[in-house]
């Protein structure tokens, strides 16, 4: 890796202060790092969040699950609460990368990197999630903005991600047989108000799926899917899979996912 | 102490591994040692108009800059291909000129263009980011069966064409034609692979400015080949003056057979500034410049009558070389391929042909089987739709057609010692409970599973092998192998071999067959390899070949210490030497209950005189010491061969395949140490499983590498694997006295065929390999599966 | 630059190390704990897992700076008093390895499992070694050495 100056803060604020010019945060590090090392990424200033107190943990309510933002996903998986009030957010955590990623890879960093393969994207946008940074609070709806883009601005800090407490909801991955990353991923939540999908792996970023959403809301059952026609137009072309294998593969695991709520 | 041999002892060198003490060249750092950064063409196919290292010479840390005009001028010699193969005209093969540091072209995307040596490895990486090399960059081939209607791509080779190789009796196959009742006809393509050992390949040069010796450290399958190489071609150093070591070595597969670019660059880079030069892939690296495996299009035909018998067998395929030709990538598509298109069937009359084309892509070569798993992947496919076609079932159509008397000789080139077909297929068949199969298919149908059953029976040529016959067909060295063994003066043993082990536990299996040829205790013998200044000249490993043939130069030291132990005996024990028996470490003279240890002899061969207690007078005419070395020429081939069954379950929602039952029954002659050679096969059929269904080295239309990481190129991990059955057969070979055949390549020989046998049987349409999800879905969808289309 | 302070298999070591060493190179080149490997460049292969603060890690993917504080065990630190750990032994009795270079990762990983869940099925043991690649064994010494240490631990 190109040098950089390493610096740890101990709470917002000071990490706020310390991201200016070139410098990001880094939390687990799990993509940031591989990509330095590539030499995909450069920065002057990696400005550790871990030792920032109250960044990392989980609050459950009866209506939202709020997870620290450097919380890992191996803690998350782990949460009895969060296998009670949200079991498929535990088993999305369970499913990311592998034990050692799940060790160390936090479920901030994987919001704010925004990979289209990610799975926590996904949870954000059917669970109808609050981004709480260190200046705001930003819906899902308008956080996940494009390829590895969000909606944070330079400096801004995640500090804590609130998933709403759905009815029903399951996430089913079909992943990438080389990365395990998610080659499709549908979360399927049914909420209070309203049936949300969610998609990730198909798309240049995040999406939910107004097809499904809409069938879903009539009828919450696997189904009221096999009429769906997912449009392959838009979706990821690579040696792994078409956009017409995506757009079937979106079905397959909204299928499933229903049918597992 | 007897009977090592047979027994599943675990692995003397399994401790140092295990406990963090391997000694890989990555770990290995010398005192004032530099590092190596090595610049890579981005480009698939371009000249290369300027190569301007100005700025990187003055960046922090930079000691020098090699260039392409550096290595000219000093005249060292380019990459070489080891094994050359003459075309049906007669002529002979052609090779473009392999520069260790590309002068005027590059050819692939990881060419080496250029290293910066610096004190630290991350100034050599910053520096080579100032290396300005001017491209001019033009069109690129990639696909094999576009070769040779693309622009020549090297000068003075048309249609990108090296060889044209014609194997067999063309007329006497049309022939055969003429009478077949039914042609049974199968396009396919073998897929491209990257070997991935887990070790990524490492250098460093030692120059040593006061004695004039120069020392590589290198991750290696061959060290004294290496040697050879880069001191008779590519003019390094004097071979005397040249010292190669080979440590712990992760994996190999192939892969570390060739001498490489950055072997003969940092040895040369060494001697240039007198500094130790250390490069590490990384796996980047790996991926575009290690040398890649497979990747042929294939037309095969077989002539049947009516009643299921093979009458003659066509096969047609070209084979891509990739942009250069390494040491075997000739001989891999032709002579370890064309022969073993034949299988285990007695086929009268077959020919093949075989064109070896250029492209820009990374260099192909020697991949665990290399040749035989694409032969054993054209004939097990071909014949398994014979059977269908015919409808016969297939385990009879393949026993109509085995050949069952031995010695056999093919219509091919190879002469068959021993074998036994049918047992290891009626085996497999008892073991993988196949008169149960169509139960099984139904019970998977309950679940939406679609379940498919495919065998192969193979065989291999390895022991590799005869020096006279491999030379009058190319071979640019003879085939045989070295041992020396070296009874100490305290009673122990050091066996010194040209093989290498890189996980094949020769430390084990060697020690195993020594310790009961001479009666020692298995810790009182120690192996060593990978060491030019150890050990004699050898060969390496490869091909499955380190028991048949060195193993069996160890035996036959071993036989030369027990002859020259028996003259000291006869002295000591006051008889003649042919009266004295040799058992179990002990030399006894006939009707009596006089005897020695080896031990007791080893001594006294060390001490050859009287003094105090000490009386050990030499016989007459008997030289002091007790080493004895060996060299080892096999008179044959040996043919392993084997029956895998698998089966598979194929989602029909999504396509996905996944692997439930896979049974092996393998005769591979005398088996030293059953517990490593099922590693070897589980690890085979691993590989071969990979092929088959995950791995796949893919290039765009502009000729880059998109599968280059993990993130893109399907490893098969632990969850992919059901647990394999293993199980033997044995008809001991005749072409060594231990009865060995080889057992390292033949998991990864078999599979790709069984796999996709069964695969095929599920889905009831062809698909080519890997089999993806998605094709294996648009098969379906095809096959009218509307679970599929919904 | 800095120092940093922490314990290797038990030994406090305090080093001054550049910012962006990374662990798998601090251990390798500045404390001589080769036995911890580097395969690829992609967190992907295992063969750098160590256990930082008790849990397995890809070392490869982590800033030794980071480690400030924390406590490290690799592969050297695995055997007490000359004697192997379980997990060691049983991947010798169940030949789990060949080349031996994917080797300490999937020690470690395998060791960290056993930390987790006490009697894993072999699926669980599968889907838990994903992390680690090994082109040599096809795995399935490696899974049956997981299960045989997991009897005995």
């Given amino acids: 890796m190109k040098s950089f100056n390493f610096k740890s803060a101990t709470n917002s604020k000071d990490a706020a202060k310390l991201a200016t010019g070139r410098a990001t945060y880094l939390a687990g590090g799990m993509t940031l790092l591989p990509a330095m090392k590539l030499r995909l990424a450069a920065y002057s200033d990696l400005i550790n969040i871990k030792k920032i107190k109250g960044l990392s943990g989980i609050k459950v309510s009866s209506k939202s699950i709020r997870i620290g933002s450097t919380t890992t996903h191996a803690e998350v998986a782990a949460s009895k609460e969060v296998g009670k009030s949200i079991p498929s957010l535990s088993m999305l955590a369970e499913g990311i990368g592998d034990p050692q990623v799940r060790n160390r890879g936090t479920i901030g960093g994987s919001i704010a990197n925004n990979d289209p393969a990610a799975d926590y994207p996904s949870a954000c946008l059917a669970l109808n999630a609050t981004i709480h940074t260190n200046k705001r609070k930003i819906l899902s709806d308008k956080f996940f903005t494009g390829m590895f883009e969000t909606e944070l601005k330079k400096g801004e800090l995640i500090e804590t991600i609130e998933f709403e407490v759905p009815e029903k909801s399951a996430y089913a991955k079909f992943p990438n047989p080389a990365s395990r990353y998610a080659l499709v991923g549908v979360y399927v939540a049914k909420l209070k108000k309203e049936v949300r999908v969610a998609v990730t792996g198909a798309g240049s970023s995040v999406f939910r799926s107004k097809e499904l959403e809409s069938v879903l809301s009539k009828n919450f059952s696997a189904s009221a899917i096999e009429n769906v026609n997912i449009t392959s137009k838009g979706l990821n072309s690579d040696i792994h899979a078409s956009p017409e294998y995506r757009a079937h593969i979106i079905k397959v695991m909204a299928r499933k996912a229903v049918s597992s709520c | ?790 | 630059m800095a120092v940093i302070n922490l314990k290797v298999n038990g030994k406090k070591i305090s080093k001054e190390v550049p910012d962006n060493v990374i662990l798998s190179d601090f251990l390798r080149n500045l404390l001589n704990l080769t036995g911890t490997h580097v395969g690829c460049d992609t967190s992907q292969c295992g063969a750098c897992v160590v256990h930082l603060n008790g849990n397995s890690v890809k070392s490869c993917t982590t800033l030794a700076a980071d480690c400030d504080g924390s406590e490290i065990t690799t592969i050297e630190g695995l055997a007490k008093n000359g004697k192997m750990h379980p997990m060691q032994e049983a991947f010798k009795k169940h030949h789990g390895l060949q080349c031996g270079f994917c080797t300490p990762g999937m020690v470690m990983s395998a060791v960290d499992l056993l930390q987790k869940k006490k009697n894993p099925s072999e699926q669980e043991i599968r889907d838990w070694l994903e992390g680690n690649l090994c082109r040599c064994t096809g795995y399935q010494g490696i899974v049956a050495a997981v299960k045989d240490a997991a009897s005995k631990m």
């Avoid at chain 2, 070591?245 to 570390?256: A, E, N």
Wanted: proline share 4%.
């Fill in chain 2, 1 to 790: 102490m007897a009977n090592l041999v047979g027994a599943r002892l675990e692995r003397k060198e399994d401790k140092k591994f295990l406990t963090g003490k391997g000694r890989y060249t990555a770990d290995i750092n010398l005192p004032n040692q530099s590092y190596a950064y090595f610049v890579r063409s981005p480009h698939a196919r371009a000249k290369i108009t300027k190569v301007d290292h100005s700025k990187a010479m003055k960046a922090p840390g930079v000691i020098d800059v090699f260039t392409g005009d550096s290595v000219a001028l000093d005249k060292i010699g380019g990459l070489i291909c080891g094994w050359k193969i003459v075309s049906h005209d007669g002529k002979d093969m052609k090779c473009p000129p392999h520069p260790v540091l590309a002068k005027d072209s590059v050819n692939f995307v990881g060419d080496h263009v250029a290293v910066v040596v610096a004190e630290t490895l991350e100034q050599a990486k910053n520096a080579a980011e100032l290396v300005n090399v001017s491209y001019k960059v033009q069109k690129a081939v990639t696909k094999t069966e576009d070769a040779t209607s693309f622009e020549t791509i090297h000068e003075g080779i048309d249609n990108n064409l090296s060889f044209d190789f014609l194997l067999g009796d063309k007329g006497k196959t049309d022939e055969a034609f003429s009478k077949a009742d039914k042609i049974v006809k199968l396009d396919i393509i073998n897929n491209r692979l990257i070997p991935n050992a887990m070790e990524p390949r490492a250098a460093i040069g030692d120059y040593n400015t006061s004695s004039d010796e120069l020392t590589l450290y290198t991750a290696s399958q061959n060290p004294h080949l290496d040697r050879l190489i880069m001191s008779a071609f590519n003019a390094v150093h004097p071979e005397h003056k040249f010292r190669i070591v080979s440590p712990d070595v992760g994996g190999g597969f192939g892969s570390k057979i060739n001498v490489y670019a950055e072997d003969v660059v940092v040895s040369y880079a060494s001697k240039k500034i007198g500094r130790p030069v250390k490069w590490v892939a990384e796996r980047s690296e790996s991926f575009m410049s290690d040398n890649h495996g497979r990747d042929h299009v294939t037309h095969a035909q077989l002539a049947l009558k009516n009643d299921g018998k093979i009458i003659g067998m066509k096969v047609d395929t070209i084979a891509n070389l990739g942009a250069y030709s390494l040491v075997l990538a000739a001989v891999t598509p032709t002579y370890l391929y064309a022969p073993l298109i034949l299988g285990i069937y007695d086929i009268p009359a077959a020919c093949c042909t075989v064109k070896g084309v250029y492209t820009n892509t990374a260099p192909t070569d020697a991949y665990r089987g290399a040749g035989r798993p694409e032969a054993t992947y054209v004939i097990e496919r071909i014949v398994t739709k014979a059977a269908k076609e015919i409808g016969m079932d297939q385990a009879e159509f393949r026993k109509k057609n085995f050949i069952t008397k031995f010695p056999h000789q093919q219509c091919l080139v190879h002469n068959i010692d021993s074998g036994d077909y049918n047992a290891h297929l009626d085996k497999a068949l008892e073991l993988a409970d196949y008169k149960n199969f169509e139960n099984r298919r139904s019970q998977s149908a309950k679940k939406g599973k679609l379940r498919g059953i495919g065998f192969s029976t193979y065989f291999e040529a390895c022991g590799v092998a005869p020096s006279a016959v491999v030379m009058s067909i190319g071979a640019g060295v003879g085939l045989w192998e070295s041992a020396e063994v070296r009874f100490n003066p305290t009673g122990n043993v050091s066996v010194f071999t040209g093989t290498h082990s890189h996980g094949q536990s020769h430390d084990t299996t060697f020690a195993q067959i020594v310790g009961d040829k001479l009666g020692v205790a298995i810790e009182n013998i120690d192996i060593v390899h990978g060491d030019t200044d150890k050990g004699p000249f050898g060969m390496g490993t490869y091909g499955s070949r380190s028991l048949a043939v060195g193993g069996t130069a160890i035996v036959n030291a071993c036989d030369k210490i027990i002859a020259k132990g028996k003259k000291v005996a006869a002295k000591m024990l006051e008889g003649k030497p042919e009266d004295i028996d040799f058992k179990a470490g002990e030399f006894i003279l006939k009707n009596s209950n006089k005897k020695k240890t080896i031990g007791e002899i080893a001594f006294a061969c060390y001490l050859p005189g009287t003094f105090g207690d000490v009386k050990s007078p030499l016989p007459e005419g008997v030289e002091p010491g007790l080493i004895e070395t060996s060299f080892f020429d096999p008179s044959n081939f040996s043919f392993p061969s084997g029956s895998h069954i698998c089966e598979v379950e194929v989602d029909e929602e999504t396509g996905e395949t996944k692997l439930v039952k896979y049974t092996v029954v393998d005769d591979f002659g005398t088996v030293i140490n059953p517990m490593i050679v099922e590693g070897q096969v589980y690890g085979g059929v691993a590989q071969g499983v990979g092929q088959a269904l995950y791995e796949n080295a893919h290039y765009d239309e502009s000729g880059q590498l998109t599968s280059a990481s993990y993130m893109d190129y399907t490893m098969p991990r632990a969850d992919n694997f059901p647990q394999i059955t293993i199980d033997y057969t044995c008809t001991p070979a005749t072409s060594n006295p231990i009865g060995a055949k080889g057992c390292g390549e033949a998991g990864t020989i078999a599979a790709p065929a069984a796999v996709m046998n069964a695969v095929i049987d599920a889905v009831g349409s062809d698909i080519s390999m890997p089999a993806t999800s998605e094709k294996v879905w648009n098969a379906l969808k095809k096959n009218g599966s509307k679970k599929a289309a919904a």
